[in-house]
């Protein structure tokens, strides 16, 4: 089960610097989502859209170096794309391959050896979970004091959890699981001082084949360095439901969805929203194609796309049709009820009440349309869709602009608008949808710069030919 002792280990990412390591196990089954319905693996299930494990690593994110190594079954890497999606949503990230399910999480973390620095701090986190708590403010607990150990805690009374024994000055003394020590349980996130000690201590775990309920997890590690004479401390959250939040299986899931922390990023301001323009495409000639769509929504993004009626059907098409196109419902099919934001430009006149029907009969509420013709827009309003109008150096006065839902901010020539401009639409109300200069065949590092340095970004969002590096400068 445990192929190398800790003496053949090799060092393979020294730097000389502070690098947190962040290993992060989902491998697990997930069988209960299956059991409830849902087709995704677990870690890529929609939270309002996001998924799963995308919200973890947002939430797990510090501000020291880092780099996070993700522990995943071969075959949802292969079938789900999961390498692309992982380094977009965590640049420079690795990746271990399981074949299958492993002896415990221990043993699924002690699968990521080769690629730990042992002289390097290492944090273990659950896949599957929200913690309301300044991640920065929790790993100073550690830089702060000389302990070897840290582990997140929570006040719970309920055995299914593990819990941490202390000493009369307050240091741990044991860790155990699905016994009620205190009122003090694991959250699911370990730190040790280096990851040396981490797999030491699993390996001598293994050898006493220290097992609960046939499993080896990774909280009793501690006991050993514990044995050892380590100190290990802990930071309390909370409890369970206030604190921490639990992802794992469908009733908590839904229970974390209704809440408004749900919907909460990280760092306490919303994100600039990213969406595709023609869908994530590498060609040219994959624009507008399921390709380029499927490659958008399965990295998290939305996308912008063209819709013309043919025949009494609504079309994918930027320019006139030729047959073979891709159908609005395919689109919305591909989705597959993920609701991330949609942009439709709208290439015909009269299509309002046929594009409400079609989306309300996918259950898509985050859409918006917008380039019609201006008599045109009339009958959006009427169709209560949210309805964007333009403006450009070449529409210095938006059409409806009172009635507009948003701005779809353009420059056809150069960046003419600053950041004032951009800051008074959004005081206003209005939602603002900007155009990246490459989209005209510009470079657009120094709108990106501008648009970083922005105070809001709640109700901005940039339309961009290369989603996943605006997602890394972005974030």
Known sequence: MLSMPLRQLQITHSKGIF?????????????????????????????HGVPMI???????????PHRFIFICQADQVATYSLRERLNAWAP??????????????????????????????????????????????YLRAMNESDAAGLIMTMKASDPKWSFVGFSAEGLITRVVEKEVISDEATVGIYNFRNAGQLISAIETMVMKDLRVNGEFYVAPA???IIGRGAKVIHYSIGAEGHG????????????????????????????????????????????????????????????????????????ISHDMPVGGE????????????????????????GMAQALAKTFARYGHTNWFAFDMAVPDMRSYFHANVITYTRLSEVEPSPAWIEKAAGVWLDGFEGEW????????????????????????????RGLWQQLLELDVHDGLTICTDIPADAATFFK
């Open 92 to 137: 420079g990230c690795d990746i271990v391959e399981l074949g299958g399910l492993t002896g415990g999480a221990a043993c699924s973390v002690y699968a990521a050896r080769h690629l730990l620095d042992c002289s390097q701090q290492v944090m273990i986190a659950n896949s599957d979970q929200y913690v309301d708590v300044d991640i920065n403010a």
């Open 19 to 47: 690098m947190l390591q962040i290993i992060v196990p989902m491998a697990g089954a997930g069988s209960r989502f299956a059991v409830a319905g849902y087709t995704d693996p677990k870690p890529l299930i929609p939270v």
């Open 222 to 224: 501690y006991n050993e």
């Open 417 to 444: 608008f600053s950041s004032l401009v951009i800051g008074d639409l959004l005081s206003q109300g209005k939602q603002v949808c900007v155009v990246s200069p490459e989209l005209h065949g510009r470079d657009h």
């Open 54 to 64: 995308k919200v973890v690593i947002d939430n797990l994110t510090p501000d020291c």
């Open 326 to 349: 891709l159908t609005l419902e395919e689109l919305l099919a591909i989705m597959a009820g993920r609701n991330l934001p949609l942009a439709i430009n709208i290439k015909a006149d």
């Open 244 to 315: 921490m939040y639990g992802l794992g299986i469908p009733a908590d899931l839904n229970q974390f969805l209704s809440l408004p922390l749900s919907r909460q990023p990280r760092e306490g301001r919303p994100d600039m929203q990213i969406i595709s323009h023609r869908g994530y495409w590498l060609q040219k000639p994959e624009r507008n194609l399921p390709e380029a769509f499927h490659r958008s929504f399965d990295l998290g993004f939305g996308t912008e796309t063209d819709v013309r009626d043919v025949a009494g059907q609504l079309v």
